[in-house]
């Protein structure tokens, strides 16, 4: 299985304030036969289910707003919140999709001062 | 517009089997390269991909509970199932299923209490 390390924890920012998550896989998630990186981003917020954020490392899913957005390549990864709003408290976790099974790094809790 | 409900018994006794009913719209899991996942949540705690089965009937397991596992899906390709054999506490947990090899739209959850 692959496994996935995510940092940090939990984080506590001011609206307006940039944050990044990171990620870590115990294995390359690149394909050599498309050269996608095969690594999601999704967020939940409390009481319900994870919404999809990222996929291939950096395509932002249809209507999630431009201030996610996803980088990194083969093991190594990232998302960042720009210009953090309320509305992005929330639990952030990412999975690999490169083989099954499945995959989730342990979440990082997302706190507005 | 897709939509995705589980259903299952809410509360059952340890080494019991589990067996909940992923009920959905909006697509068909006959379409070449459809997939739908199960996926669980303890309480306060981080995700676990299960198992998933796709539009040509193969099926994935997560081999940490293989075992205790078994996807299946009607002959209509409307519905989806899970059995979990001989539950233990550590089951508790919202079970979701969601559609796609990356999971794309997710069902509210069902929450499954195992205890005696």
């Known amino acids: 299985d692959i496994v996935m390390t995510q940092s940090p924890f939990s984080l506590a920012v001011s609206e307006g304030e940039m944050v990044t998550i990171n990620c870590k896989s115990s294995q390359s998630l690149l394909s050599s036969g498309n050269q996608k990186n095969y690594l999601a981003w999704y967020q939940q917020k409390p009481g319900q289910s994870p919404k999809l954020l990222i996929y291939y490392a950096s395509t932002r899913q249809s209507g999630v707003p431009d201030r996610f957005i996803g980088s990194g390549s083969g093991t190594d990864f990232t998302l960042t919140i720009s210009d953090v709003q309320a509305e992005d408290l929330a639990d952030y976790y990412c999975?690999?999709?490169?083989?099954?099974?499945?995959?989730f790094g342990s979440g990082t809790k997302l706190e507005i001062k | 517009q897709v939509t995705l409900k589980e259903s299952g018994p809410g509360m059952l006794q340890p080494s019991k089997t589990l067996s909940l009913t992923c009920s959905f719209s909006?697509?068909?899991?006959?379409?070449?390269?459809?997939?739908v996942s199960w996926i669980r949540q303890p309480s306060g705690k981080s995700l676990e991909w299960l198992a998933a089965?796709?539009?040509?009937?193969?099926?994935y397991y997560n081999p940490s509970l293989k075992s205790r596992l078994t996807v299946s899906k009607d002959t209509s390709n409307t519905q989806v199932f899970l059995k979990i054999t001989s539950v233990d506490i550590a089951d508790t947990a919202t079970y979701y299923c969601?559609?796609?090899?990356?999971?794309?739209?997710w069902g509210q959850g069902v929450m499954v209490t195992v205890s005696s």
């Open positions: 909006g697509f068909s899991l006959s379409t070449s390269g459809m997939v």
């Open positions: 089965i796709d539009w040509d009937g193969d099926k």
């Open positions: 999975l690999q999709h490169y083989s099954y099974p499945l995959t």
């Open positions: 969601a559609r796609s090899r990356i999971p794309l739209e």
